[in-house]
């Protein structure tokens, strides 16, 4: 199994900014990359970004390219989500998870809990 805790969530105001987190513990050589999910209030979960492990590789959610950037830390099995801009609709529950990436597509395997992310107007 692998274990994953977010950090980081928070309230911000319009065009603020946050460094989300996210700490991997246990079985973490059974995953080939880790990634960022949001599911705001009544809509679906979606993809934001995601990096691959040990080979260079980032995977964006189309809308969320120049605001949001991905980066990890192998040795720590942390990643990180810096939100830039930050908007009202950006308000969702963040989760973190670990799986694989392809060129245009993904599958996860494990799911943190979430942080709250909310934008002020």
């Known amino acids: 199994q692998v274990q994953l805790v977010e950090s980081g969530g928070g309230l911000v105001q319009t065009g603020g900014s946050l460094r989300l987190s996210c700490a991997a513990s246990?079985?973490?050589?059974?995953?080939?990359?880790m990634a960022w999910f949001r599911q705001a209030p009544g809509k679906d979960r979606e993809f934001v970004a995601g990096?691959?492990?040990?080979?260079?590789?980032?995977l964006y959610a189309d809308s969320m390219k120049g605001r949001f950037t991905i980066s990890g830390d192998i040795a720590k099995n942390t990643v990180y989500l810096q939100m830039n801009s930050l908007k009202p609709e950006d308000t969702a529950v963040y989760y973190c998870?670990?799986?694989?990436?392809?060129?245009?597509?993904?599958?996860?395997?494990?799911w943190g809990q979430g942080t709250q992310v909310t934008v002020s107007s």
């Open positions: 998870a670990a799986g694989w990436i392809g060129t245009n597509n993904y599958g996860m395997d494990y």
């Open positions: 246990g079985r973490t050589f059974s995953y080939y990359a």
């Open positions: 990096i691959k492990r040990r080979a260079s590789g980032t």
